[in-house]
């Protein structure tokens, strides 16, 4: 990783945690955009990441993109949760993504990642269950 990268990941774990860290203190809607500009900047550097590793002509690197991925994926649960449930299968994606190179490069972090994807998958099925009941006439209305 170049010294721009390690720069730009630090950066990024220095706003993730100052953000944890000032939770109780922030509104829903300032949350809502800071985790949507993560987001943004962890597609970007996953982004940027493969196009660094094609140009240097390697493949990259599956750590490091286990990583981004599990980054990415945890924030865009975070905020389908608390703001945009329609982001709930991106981070499905991600996440299924991160634990895919966990269990082959970094299996220590195979758990974590499992339950992470689990909660994203459990979100997702209350989700579409709310969403089928509210649009199922209820028995009062069809006698």
Known sequence: MSSELHAYHA???????DALWNWPRRSGAIMAEELA????????LLHERRECDAEAGNGLDPVERTKISYMYGSTLLTLAERQKPAL???????????????????????????????RAEHSLAMLRNST????????????
């Open 88 to 118: 709930l299968p991106h981070a499905i994606d991600r996440l299924s993504d991160a634990l895919s190179l966990a269990r082959r490069h970094v299996p220590e972090r195979v758990v974590v990642i499992k339950s992470q994807l689990l």
């Open 11 to 17: 950066e990024l774990i220095a706003r993730d945690e």
């Open 37 to 44: 500009q993560m987001c943004e900047q962890l597609a970007a």
């Open 132 to 143: 089928a009941a509210d649009e199922r006439p209820s028995e009062a209305q069809a006698a």
